[in-house]
């Protein structure tokens, strides 16, 4: 069983930054892929970022490359998401998972851990 908490979310506006953290239980979150989704009010839950187990290999939604970097810190167990130049359409629900395989890393349904969500809110 592993347990996700993420944190960091908030109001900003538009062009402003946040760093979201997601921290995870069990001794075996090194050998984790983590992912970052997001869901805005009546869409479906989209990719937004995924990191293999040791941080060599990243992967972005063409909407975030450039503004958003997934990192890791397997000594703490966090799994991170800062995001720069924040637009309105950012505005979501974000939550940290787990996969099993960096390949399924583009699809929830390969996601087996999810954490509870945080509000990020970018005002106009």
């Known amino acids: 069983q592993v347990q996700l908490v993420e944190s960091g979310g908030g109001l900003v506006q538009a062009g402003g930054s946040l760093r979201l953290s997601c921290a995870a239980s069990g001794r075996t979150f090194s050998t984790y892929v983590m992912g970052w989704f997001r869901q805005a009010p009546g869409k479906e839950r989209e990719f937004v970022a995924a990191i293999n187990w040791s941080g060599s290999s990243t992967d972005y939604a063409d909407f975030v490359k450039g503004r958003f970097t997934i990192s890791r810190d397997n000594a703490k167990n966090t799994v991170y998401l800062q995001m720069n130049s924040l637009k309105p359409e950012d505005t979501a629900v974000y939550y940290c998972?787990?996969?099993?395989?960096?390949?399924?890393?583009?699809?929830?349904?390969?996601?087996?851990?999810w954490g509870q969500g945080t509000q990020v809110t970018v005002s106009s």
């Open positions: 998972a787990v996969a099993p395989s960096y390949s399924g890393r583009y699809y929830y349904t390969k996601y087996n851990y």
